[in-house]
C-alpha cells in the first residue's frame, strides 16, 4: 500500500519570504500522480499543484512550485512570496495512475499548518 | 471550475436519529464520488467510494450498514448516518471526479455533523 509522509506539522514564515513543505511517499508503482492540497480555516479544499511522475520537469503554478524527485521519492512544496492568504493546512497526496478507466483514490499525508507571519 | 456542493453546511442532531448528507456535483456529471471524514487538526479519511448505479466500496473499518451510501444519479450522492452517535460528530467532505481522463477531483465545502 502506498504511504505519504509530511514530517513537519506545523511551520511559519514571514510574509514575502520564501517556505518550503516537504513531502515523502512510499510506493511500488511507477506511474502515480502526487498533488499539494491547501485547507483554510473555511475547510475548502483547495488544489495547489499537481504533479505527473513520467514527466521530469517540475510542476510551478505562480508562486508554488515543486521539486520532484522520483527516485527520493520526494515531492516538496515551495511557496515564494508568502501571503497572508497562503496560511492553511497543507496536505500532500498520491494517487495511482494504474487504472485508466477507474478513477484511484486519493492517499493523504497528515498535513502541516503554515502560518503566515505578517 | 467545476463546483460541488454539499447540504447542509451543519447539522445538529440527537443521538440515535439519522443524518443524510447531500453531495452534487453542479456543472457536470461525476461518475465517481469520495466520501471523506476529518478530526480536527486531522487529515482527511477516506470512507468509501462511490460509483453511479453501484454500490459503494467501502474502506476497511468503516461500517457499512452505519454509513449508508447511494449514487443514485451522475450528479448526486448521499450519505446516511444512521443511528448517530456522539462518536460520529466530524467534519464530513465529499469530492467528485468528471468522468474517464480527469485528472482533478473536486472537493465539496464540507458538512459539519454534531452529535448530541
Known amino acids: 500500500a502506498q504511504t505519504v509522509t509530511q514530517s513537519q506539522p506545523e511551520m511559519s514564515v514571514q510574509e514575502a519570504e520564501t517556505v518550503t513543505l516537504s513531502c515523502t511517499y512510499d510506493t511500488s508503482e511507477s506511474d502515480y500522480y502526487l498533488f499539494w492540497y491547501k485547507q483554510p480555516p473555511s475547510r475548502q479544499m483547495i488544489l495547489v499543484i499537481r504533479q505527473e511522475a513520467y514527466k521530469q520537469q517540475n510542476a510551478t503554478e505562480n508562486r508554488f512550485s515543486v521539486n520532484f524527485q522520483k527516485a527520493a521519492k520526494s515531492f516538496s512544496l515551495k511557496i515564494s512570496d508568502s501571503q497572508l492568504g497562503d496560511a492553511a493546512m497543507y496536505f500532500c497526496a498520491y494517487r495511482s495512475a494504474l487504472f485508466s478507466s477507474w478513477w484511484a483514490k486519493l492517499v493523504f499525508g497528515k498535513g502541516m499548518k503554515l502560518t503566515v507571519n505578517p | 471550475g467545476a463546483v460541488v456542493s454539499q447540504h447542509p453546511s451543519r447539522v445538529i442532531c440527537k443521538s440515535g436519529t439519522s443524518v443524510k448528507i447531500e453531495c452534487r456535483s453542479l456543472d457536470f456529471q461525476a461518475t465517481t464520488m469520495f466520501w471523506y471524514r476529518q478530526f480536527p487538526k486531522q487529515s482527511l479519511m477516506l470512507m468509501a467510494t462511490s460509483n453511479e448505479g453501484s454500490k459503494a466500496t467501502y474502506e476497511q473499518g468503516v461500517e457499512k450498514d452505519k454509513f449508508l451510501i447511494n449514487h443514485a444519479s451522475l450528479t448526486l450522492s448521499t450519505l446516511t448516518v444512521t443511528s448517530a452517535h456522539p462518536e460520529d460528530s466530524s467534519f464530513y467532505i465529499c469530492?467528485?471526479?468528471?468522468?474517464?481522463?480527469?485528472?482533478?477531483?473536486?472537493f465539496g465545502p464540507g458538512t459539519r455533523l454534531t452529535v448530541l
Open positions: 469530492s467528485a471526479v468528471p468522468g474517464q481522463g480527469a485528472d482533478e477531483q473536486f
